[in-house]
């Protein structure tokens, strides 16, 4: 009679470790048990014990399609639930995409003067997957939106130009606001960024050789020489990055980009915003 309490009462066990478990590492029913192991390394690696709230939607939501219809080109849409305030804003989100050859994509970094901590951007899939978003508000809680995506090949598909070319034209870089600006609203600006964003697992059509990795890994963003937004990334964001994102204009001032890559070349542009005539200024400066 004992051994069959002992019994019983390891497995009720073992199933609350389990359901423990699945609610603070957003496990997803039907994972690959290998698979849930690499994610939690990752989670471990990145967050230690910290605690991740997995019902994340009251502070951010994760658009993905349930498809790719190019792997190497994927957008996602991050949205923030809420307006950023000097005492309650979302500070950092990191990504993830469980099956990349890197899959820790990196951070985006905010601050009260992102008006939103919303981004929509491209990145690249190399297999079915699941894509994690991890939010990090002021006080340092944590949490999750994760979406599963069919996609392969994304990182391993082979460049649309010829590396020299797509080298020596890398480097132009445009800040658009998109609509009026009005002084305390937030407002969407698109930043293009021309470049390769090489991965170093596409082989060249041309010379049959794989080409070397080269891609941007910083942008940061800032208004009236505030920070806005900060970017560091890795190869998964897709050639030629875009991002979308949010600013507060004030009466006038300037909104600057400053973009670095793998090779040490930086980019800036900058554009005037308010009553001043919208001018865009791009440079490139290389070690």
Avoid at 206 to 225: C, G, H, N, Q
Wanted: proline share 8%.
């Amino acid at each position: 009679m004992k051994t069959t309490t002992r019994t019983a009462m390891n497995g009720l066990l073992a199933v609350l470790a389990a359901l423990a478990m699945h609610a603070v590492y957003a496990v997803q029913p039907g994972d690959d048990p290998n698979k849930v192991a690499r994610w939690l390394d990752f989670k471990e690696g990145t967050f230690k014990d910290r605690p991740i709230d997995t019902h994340g939607d009251p502070v951010i939501k994760f658009d993905a399609p349930a498809r790719a219809a190019d792997a190497a080109v994927v957008p996602i849409a991050i949205t923030a639930q809420f307006p950023q305030t000097p005492t309650h804003y979302i500070k950092k989100i990191y990504m993830f995409i469980d099956e990349n050859p890197e899959p820790y994509l990196g951070w985006f970094e905010f601050t009260p003067e992102s008006g939103l901590a919303s981004l929509e951007t491209r990145v690249r899939v190399e297999d079915y997957t699941y894509m994690r978003v991890i939010a990090e508000t002021n006080d340092g809680h944590l949490y999750s939106a994760v979406r599963f995506i069919k996609a392969s090949g994304g990182c391993s598909a082979p460049a649309g130009k010829d590396d020299a070319v797509a080298e020596a034209s890398a480097g132009a870089v445009r800040l658009q606001p998109e609509g009026q600006s009005t002084p305390g609203k937030p407002q969407l600006v698109q930043l293009m960024v021309r470049h390769p964003n090489r991965t170093g697992m596409a082989m060249n059509q041309v010379t049959r050789l794989y080409s070397s990795a080269y891609f941007v890994r910083k942008v940061a963003v800032t208004y009236v020489d505030k920070p806005v937004m900060t970017a560091n990334v890795n190869f998964s964001i897709s050639e030629n990055p875009n991002f979308r994102f949010y600013f507060v204009p004030r009466d006038g001032g300037l909104l600057k980009a400053h973009i670095e890559d793998t090779k040490n070349k930086q980019f800036d542009s900058q554009v005037a915003i308010g009553p001043h005539p919208a001018v865009q200024q791009t440079s490139a400066t290389t070690p």
